[in-house]
């Protein structure tokens, strides 16, 4: 192998690069990637509860999907989407089938500043992410994470590495929409089981995916080892 290093940005993507290639295990390494901390989520304003996504609709991340769940939610709900993709027409159609209690926003492409913003003016209650594939752990995932916000993700790729029964919810990647919504239901009913996880997925952001930790202990561990 003609290269002094590889980095991982997951451990999930370290443990498979490792069972591919063991002759080379001690070129491995792993560094999350991680994003910066730009404070906590404000507190809510509305009695609705805001759910956001945010990826590229194509048929790997099932946003289309997230419109049928919501669909069995029987309370007031206002999802908001950041992203696009071959899937918009699909995700537009399957919105329209939503009952008067969820609203929604489909906002496109947006800029990452743009995301941010929203995140510092705007309270959320719950990330979703119904991802088939995974390899890191998503960007999405650790800015969410970084506001305090809890998520409902599946158990697919480096997204345990985040998201855990203290942080948030893992669901299967084979999940139920029926039995996804029931989650779902349940996690509006309990506002002080979800003020919990958000207060632990806000530190567990701290300890293991702040990028001002992260970026200094990459120059350290590996590139002035070089």
């Not at 370290?14 to 999350?32: D, E, Q, R, T, V």
């Not at 919105?95 to 929203?118: A, H, M, R, W």
């Amino acid at each position: 192998m003609h290269v002094n290093k590889v980095i991982a940005v997951s451990n999930y993507a370290f443990n498979k690069i490792c069972s591919l290639y063991p002759k080379h295990i001690n070129k491995f390494g792993i560094c999350k990637l991680g994003v910066f901390d730009h404070g906590v989520n404000p507190k809510a304003k509305s009695k609705k509860f805001h759910i956001i996504s945010c990826s590229l609709l194509t048929d790997i991340k099932r946003v289309e999907e997230i419109p049928i769940i919501l669909k069995e939610i029987k309370h007031l709900v206002h999802w908001v989407h950041f992203g696009n993709g071959a899937y918009w027409e699909i995700v537009k159609d399957a919105c329209k089938k939503l009952p008067p209690n969820i609203t929604y926003e489909l906002k496109g492409l947006t800029d990452n500043s743009s995301v941010i913003n929203y995140y510092i003016e705007n309270h959320v209650d719950l990330f979703i992410q119904l991802s088939k594939i995974e390899g890191g752990v998503p960007v999405s995932i650790q800015e969410a994470a970084s506001f305090g916000i809890p998520i409902l993700a599946t158990n697919v790729g480096g997204i345990p590495e985040i998201v855990n029964s203290k942080t948030g919810w893992l669901i299967d990647e084979n999940y139920d929409t029926n039995d996804t919504a029931k989650i779902i239901n349940d996690i509006i009913a309990k506002p002080s089981l979800l003020l919990k996880k958000s207060r632990a997925i806000r530190e567990h952001f701290f300890e293991h995916f702040n990028a001002y930790n992260i970026y200094s202990d990459f120059v350290e561990n590996f590139l002035c080892k070089l």
